[in-house]
């Protein structure tokens, strides 16, 4: 049975992303099968493991001219049709499903969601800008907060790590993460880095996450810190150490370094880290995979 694992952290610009794809590649290469569930509308994780170019183009502005002609055509008024054609020309994937077709159609076989990469032995689900509906979605319908989980649990038997790349705010699909994470051995990963925002989304994941544990459903998985985009400076040597401290075996020995270009690059080239281990930034990433992987 899978080993599911959530990176969540109720915070932007922290390297929720950059931590999924690199632990995602990481264990695959280790030889073990892994789904990623793409969880964030800005699908910045799909952009990367498909190899997807999201720069605008001609052809695209002639496309959506093409839709706005149309929806004018029909008789729709101006802001409409400029909306409908908008809304129609973001929609276009190169995949006919994605993660908010398996949360919002309990019908659908999440293995018709599944896309197999570049990367052997690591599959993905997409995402797409739909998704950013479908919490609204969720909340009108009974029991909203399991529908990640069922769907997992029809694919739990095919891999070994089931990772979850979140959005950085609290909603109802950040409530169907953490119950997807219900049995022993399950994992939470909060990468923060040292900044006041990031203590902020520490205090304010941990508050999410207790409060559904004492409120709604007592769950069995662990949780972890993980420090990210560490500067080498006194502030945040400081904090790194008492945070180790204070929070223990709650916290990964590994820390993250900062290192701005190495990462941008990869992301420009819509590469992970550890496809080119050359910089400290990526040995860190490996060392992290290598904790993570001597807890299963």
Known sequence: MAKVISILMNKGGVSKTETSLNLAYGLSVKGKKVLLIDMDPSSNATSVILGLDNNLSEQGASQYKELFDKYIS???PRILACYEAMHEYLKQTPYKYDIHDVLEDQKLDIHEAIQKTRFENLDLIPSSVALSTTDIKLKGSINPYNRLRRAIQKV???YDFILLDNQP????LSFNSITACYKEGDLIIAPTKISLGGIQGIDSTLHTILQWMQEVESLRYDFKLLITMKNRN???NKWTDILHETFGEYMFDTVIRYQGKPVADASMNRKILLETPKFGVAEDYQN?????FSLS
């Open 74 to 76: 029909e008789g729709q």
């Open 156 to 158: 739990e038997d095919e």
């Open 169 to 172: 705010f609290e909603n109802s």
């Open 234 to 236: 006194g502030i945040d």
């Open 288 to 292: 992290f995979v290598d904790e993570v």
